[in-house]
């Protein structure tokens, strides 16, 4: 099992940048992704990267704004985010998985999750 830890939330105005940071520790762990739950909503999918980190994969409504990336040595998989909009407002997860097409059903393991919050 792996265990994840996310950090780098917080509130920010449009236009504004953030930077996720999620630590993992446990077995070693293959596919990691970013997915995000706004209230009242389903929880959906934001970016996945491979174990070697040479095949990615992005949400359409965040290609060109997020970059996921990932750093082994360290079991630190990273979202950077630019250009925030209000409809980015969720709360995002972490999560270990193993492929990259996007369904939460493909990740079984998963971060408490932290706020992200974008005024206009």
């Known amino acids: 099992q792996v265990q994840l830890v996310e950090s780098g939330g917080g509130s920010v105005q449009a236009g504004g940048s953030l930077r996720l940071s999620c630590g993992a520790s446990g077995r070693t762990f293959g596919t990691m992704g970013w997915f995000r739950q706004a209230p009242g909503k389903e929880r959906e999918f934001v970016a996945a990267?491979?174990?070697?980190?040479?095949?990615?994969n992005y949400a359409d409504s965040v290609k060109g704004r997020f970059t996921i990336s990932r750093d082994n040595a360290k079991n630190t998989v990273l979202l950077q985010m630019n250009s925030l909009k209000p409809e980015d407002t969720a709360v995002y997860y972490c999560?270990?998985?193993?492929?990259?097409?996007?369904?939460?059903?493909?990740?079984?393991?998963w971060g408490q999750g932290t706020q992200v919050t974008v005024s206009s």
């Open positions: 990267i491979s174990r070697s980190g040479g095949n990615i």
């Open positions: 999560a270990a998985g193993l492929y990259l097409r996007g369904l939460v059903s493909d990740f079984g393991s």
